[in-house]
């Protein structure tokens, strides 16, 4: 069964910075494409990032491109995003998922960026 764990989320100052991590198993991980979603309040879930499945790829939604970067570690079935120079904006709630999603997705991990 699909299982993933997202964690690393808190409150942040903006300006500040925060790593998400993702656990993944239940599946052949290094065979995915990964990617990063989140959901503000009252907003649909968008995409925000992707990285192909050696890693050797990656692309972003324009509002993070170059302050959120996305890696991979497939001996570790680990997906993580580093984000930089946060805004209010990226307020929401992160999940990690294959770039076509499984379900069900995980529980997501909190972003809260406010002063």
């Known amino acids: 069964q699909v299982q993933l764990v997202e964690s690393g989320g808190g409150l942040v100052q903006p300006g500040g910075s925060l790593r998400l991590s993702c656990a993944a198993s239940?599946?052949?991980?290094?065979?995915?494409?990964m990617s990063w979603y989140r959901q503000a309040p009252g907003k649909e879930r968008e995409l925000v990032a992707t990285?192909?499945?050696?890693?050797?790829?990656?692309s972003y939604a324009d509002s993070v491109k170059g302050r959120f970067t996305i890696s991979r570690d497939n001996a570790k079935n680990a997906l993580y995003l580093q984000m930089n120079t946060l805004k209010p904006d990226d307020t929401a709630l992160y999940y990690c998922?294959?770039?076509?999603?499984?379900?069900?997705w995980g529980q997501g991990t909190q972003v809260t960026v406010s002063s």
């Open positions: 998922n294959a770039r076509n999603p499984f379900s069900p």
């Open positions: 990285i192909t499945t050696a890693g050797s790829s990656t």
């Open positions: 239940g599946f052949r991980f290094s065979w995915y494409a």
